[in-house]
């Protein structure tokens, strides 16, 4: 197998996706870019494997691998279960004491209806959104001494929780940086570059032989990384997706690769 001279790793929401109107073609040089030279890019998102496909076909993307769901899977790179990891999780949820479980509502818990109107999405988009293979994202509704229960107690069966947003999603505990060790593995000595705007995406970026961290006004930023001080990560101008395309064309142009 001839090797791509650099593997691209990529958050989507505020990242290659703008913030508010989820519109990726300012980004479209870049990816062409990316794609005359052969370099995979890799979509890095909370989003689940039937949403990134979507945005895999859209892009152009469609024959590359994608972290799905934080980092809890991967897909495109064959082997894969039709969500016997996610069917696994939800037995564990449900074999909590009653009085654990009710508080918390999964998206499995939900209906289409419920996720569009918690969401925000349209009726489809949310059904997409609940078509989980790996992990589950939901809301608290107890005190906050239960949910310190609730988060141990699934742990004692090795369930994750991280709280991010209005959401507290379960998983086994993989990262997108773990997720990305696993794609690397398939292409060895090959540099890579990671791109990324929220704390979900440190992992990643400190992973990645080279970072950029995309501006989001929408946020926070993120506090310095290992690394940055000496370089390897960077933070771009823009926001978004011209973020994006400026950082991409600008590290090609550094390597040499026209």
Same mark, same amino acid.
């Given at each position: ?5 650099? +593997? ?8 290659l996706?703008?913030?508010?109107? *989820? ?7 870049a990816?062409? =870019? ?10 890095? @998102? ?9 945005? %895999? ?5 469609h024959?590359?691998?994608?972290? $799905? ?7 495109? +790179? ?8 996610y069917k ?7 074999d909590?004491?009653?009085?654990? =479980?009710?508080? *918390?509502?999964?998206?499995g ?5 419920e996720?569009?109107? %918690?969401?925000?999405?349209? !009726? ?5 959104? !609940?078509?989980? !293979?790996? @992990? ?6 107890? @005190?906050?001494? &239960? =949910?310190?229960a ?16 209005? /959401?507290?999603?379960? @998983?086994?505990?993989?990262?997108? &940086?773990?997720?990305?060790? %696993? $794609? !690397?593995?398939? *292409?060895?000595? $090959? ?6 705007d ?11 032989? /080279? ?15 290992k ?6 990560? +960077?933070?771009?101008a ?16 550094? +390597?040499g690769?026209?």
């Amino acid at each position: 197998m001839k090797l791509p001279p650099l +593997l691209v790793f990529s958050d989507l929401d505020g990242t290659l996706l703008d913030h508010e109107t *989820y519109d990726w073609s300012p980004a479209r040089p870049a990816l062409a =870019r990316l794609a005359a030279l052969g370099a995979p890019v890799i979509l890095t @998102s909370s989003k689940t494997a039937a949403e990134i496909t979507v945005l %895999q076909e859209a892009m152009d993307l469609h024959a590359h691998p994608a972290i $799905v769901e934080n980092g809890a899977g991967v897909i495109g +790179l064959g082997g894969e279960t039709a969500g016997d990891e996610y069917k696994r999780l939800r037995a564990l949820l449900d074999d909590l004491p009653t009085d654990l =479980r009710a508080p *918390y509502t999964g998206f499995g818990d939900m209906t289409d209806a419920e996720v569009a109107a %918690q969401t925000g999405l349209p !009726r489809e988009d949310a059904g997409r959104a !609940r078509d989980r !293979r790996f @992990s589950e994202p939901g809301l608290w509704h107890g @005190s906050d001494a &239960g =949910r310190t229960a609730f988060i141990s107690a699934l742990g004692d069966k090795g369930v994750h929780a991280r709280e991010g947003g209005r /959401y507290l999603t379960l @998983s086994f505990g993989r990262t997108k &940086g773990d997720a990305m060790a %696993q $794609v !690397r593995a398939r *292409y060895p000595g $090959v540099k890579t570059l990671a791109l990324g705007d929220a704390p979900n995406d440190t992992e990643m970026l400190e992973a990645a032989d /080279y970072g950029v961290i995309i501006a989001n006004p929408h946020r926070a930023p993120l506090p310095p990384l290992k690394g940055e001080a000496a370089g390897r990560i +960077l933070r771009s101008a823009a926001p978004g997706p011209k973020g994006w395309t400026d950082s991409v064309c600008g590290l090609l142009d550094r +390597l040499g690769h026209e």
